[in-house]
């Protein structure tokens, strides 16, 4: 078996949500020791043990539990009068979730795309800068910044998309920031916004609404213009209204998970 760090980190590759089971005290008889490991994913799946029997599968409800809750708990386990063990001892397994890493797709390596793509880093998203012009994505020197060379089309065809992925479009156009936003509109997502001047957005509602048939309930799920209105001048201070704006759905969303 692969060690347990080896498999958190092979998870978080792909994506994965695991729970982090880990014995912290023993008291008398046990059938593992201090330290001992578990992981859980969300479908149920275990790698490694912290003792098999009754206890085990309890802890895996209560893993479940903690992944859908989000939040890390101790818990303490009589072996006999619990889970009729006859080692008889008592067990505290610290639980932990280890989260997917929301994903980040800026489309547009502009001034403002670079300084969101720098900042956004620092906060846990997987970040991906698309954009078709090549020498703007090689001014962002950032190792940790996916940089993706693709016109928008051929790049929506290929990102994936679910409830963990938010969605920043401000290219240099806006006929290409509509098609982007008609076609992410239609996907999962956790956040989605548009940059962009308040007749940009009303344009923007009424082309959809009456071209494409989509409806004012979608439309509303659209953060435009984007981020939060702190009276940002400049490309940074944008990013940082965008980002404070992705912060707060991002810790929203563990809470009304």
Do not use: W
Not at 25 to 40: A, H, I
Not at 132 to 152: A, S, T, W
Not at 235 to 240: F, G, L, S, T, Y
């Amino acid at each position: 078996m692969k060690n347990i760090f080896e498999l958190i980190g092979v998870a978080q590759k792909e994506s994965d949500s695991v729970a982090l089971c880990t014995i912290v005290s023993t008291k008398g008889s046990s059938p593992r020791k201090t330290g001992s490991k578990m992981l859980v994913y969300e479908d149920g799946r275990i790698e490694g043990t912290i003792g098999g029997g009754d206890l085990e599968k309890k802890v895996i409800e209560n893993a479940l539990a903690v992944l859908k809750k989000r939040e890390a708990k101790i818990f303490k386990h009589d072996l006999l009068n619990q889970h009729d063990m006859c080692c008889g001892g008592t067990v505290e397994i610290f639980i932990e979730p280890i989260l997917k890493k929301n994903k980040l797709y800026i489309f547009g390596a502009g001034h403002t795309g670079q300084a969101l793509a720098k900042f956004a880093i620092d906060f846990g998203f997987e970040v991906v800068l698309i954009d078709d012009r090549k020498e703007y994505l090689n001014e962002c020197k950032l190792d940790e910044v996916n940089k993706m060379n693709l016109p928008h089309h051929q790049a929506l065809s290929v990102l994936p998309f679910d409830e963990n992925v938010f969605i920043c479009i401000m290219t240099y156009s806006h006929p290409m920031d509509r098609e982007i936003l008609g076609f992410c509109i239609k996907k999962p997502f956790a956040y989605l916004g548009m940059i962009g001047s308040q007749r940009k957005v009303e344009m923007t509602k009424k082309m959809f609404v009456e071209g494409l048939n989509i409806s004012e309930h979608d439309l509303a799920k659209v953060d435009m213009p984007m981020g939060i209105d702190i009276l940002a001048e400049g490309p940074d201070e944008i990013a940082i209204s965008i980002l404070a704006k992705l912060i707060e759905v991002k810790n929203g969303k563990m809470v009304n998970r």
